[in-house]
């Protein structure tokens, strides 16, 4: 069986278990197609979503220091970064490291269009080598572990707040795996948006231009296209909805009328409500203590931890212990 044909078997598995729970729900990394990554790379623009800019002047302003935490580099950099993106955050931070040292980098992304266009970015750097998996991240850190044991000089990237599309225990379970194969010393870099206003927030995640809603409703269009399925994408509402009591934004998408939807490459009929949602993405909001102790609880040390006070989002530096 082909890579292709497995990557969509495994897509309409998920899909068909998930919309037939009670609440109904996707995963948020199917989200990221090639139109979904673009959208995104949109909303990163927008005025309102601010977490990629204030990540982005922590990166410049504390590249070189966050390079000079690392151990020895005689033997070069091993650098694996969980959810690229475009690039512009890694760019940022191989600034920082002399160009006479080398750096391996395991670039791990669910996007395919993520990974080419996060290659092309950083082939300016001549000291680097770039290694693409195109997986989830516990494949992907399943796929980089014989090049990280014993080497201590290894920084690996969680940026953009990707761990709050985590929920709490997925979200330990997510960095245990990612200090299981790193020896002491290793260092992590985990970019972490902080809790702020409900009106900010939803701004955040309900832009008045409707890139985020577009963003959202395009996962229809995806499981439309590849699942031959009859979804009606004018037939439901984005929605985001701040639930203080768990410190997240949720993101839905909410039928407008009573109707079914017929799935059939995976011979699947789904009726909707009026009024029900899918469930279709998380974004945990943290305080800078939750970050430290969330660090903790997978094993690492926080080494240091910069805000961004306008945006309130942290960059937090640990090391493996």
């Known amino acids: 069986m082909s890579s292709d044909q497995t990557v969509l078997d495994t897509?309409?598995?998920?899909v068909v278990r998930d919309l037939?729970?009670?609440?109904?729900?996707?995963?948020a990394r199917y989200l990221y197609d090639a139109l979904g990554s673009s959208l995104f790379d949109a909303i990163c623009r927008l005025p309102w979503y601010r977490i990629t800019r204030a990540e982005a002047r922590l990166l410049r302003g504390h590249a070189r220091e966050i390079a000079n935490a690392?151990?020895?580099?005689?033997g070069g950099v091993a650098l694996v970064e969980l959810g690229c993106g475009n690039?512009?955050?890694l760019a940022a931070l191989l600034e920082g490291i002399p160009q006479n040292v080398p750096v391996d980098v395991h670039l791990i992304d669910i996007s395919t269009d993520a990974l080419q266009a996060t290659g092309a970015r950083i082939a300016r750097f001549e000291n680097v080598r770039t290694t693409s998996h195109p997986a989830a991240y516990d494949e992907g850190l399943r796929s980089v572990?014989?090049?990280l044991q014993h080497r201590p000089c290894t920084l690996t990237l969680l940026l953009g707040s990707n761990i709050g599309n985590f929920d709490p225990p997925a979200a330990q379970a997510l960095l245990r795996a990612i200090r299981a194969p790193l020896a002491n010393g290793a260092l992590l870099l985990l970019g972490a948006d902080l809790v702020k206003s409900e009106a900010d927030l939803l701004l955040a995640y309900d832009d008045p231009l409707g890139v985020t809603a577009a963003f959202n409703k395009n996962l229809l269009v995806r499981i439309n296209r590849e699942l031959d399925a009859d979804f009606d994408v004018t037939a439901f509402d984005h929605r985001a909805v701040w639930n203080a009591r768990e410190q997240r934004v949720e993101m839905h998408l909410v039928s407008r009328r009573t109707h079914r939807v017929r799935l059939a490459a995976a011979d699947l009929s789904v009726q909707f409500a009026e009024g029900e949602s899918i469930w279709t993405e998380s974004s945990y909001k943290y305080t800078p203590l939750d970050i430290g102790r969330m660090g903790t609880d997978g094993g690492f040390r926080v080494i240091r931890q910069w805000i961004d006070e306008e945006a309130q989002?942290?960059?937090?530096?640990?090391?493996?212990n």
């Open 313 to 320: 989002f942290a960059l937090t530096l640990f090391v493996a």
């Open 11 to 14: 897509f309409a598995a998920d």
């Open 70 to 74: 690392l151990p020895s580099r005689d």
């Open 20 to 27: 037939c729970r009670q609440p109904k729900q996707l995963q």
């Open 87 to 89: 690039g512009e955050k």
């Open 145 to 147: 572990q014989p090049f």
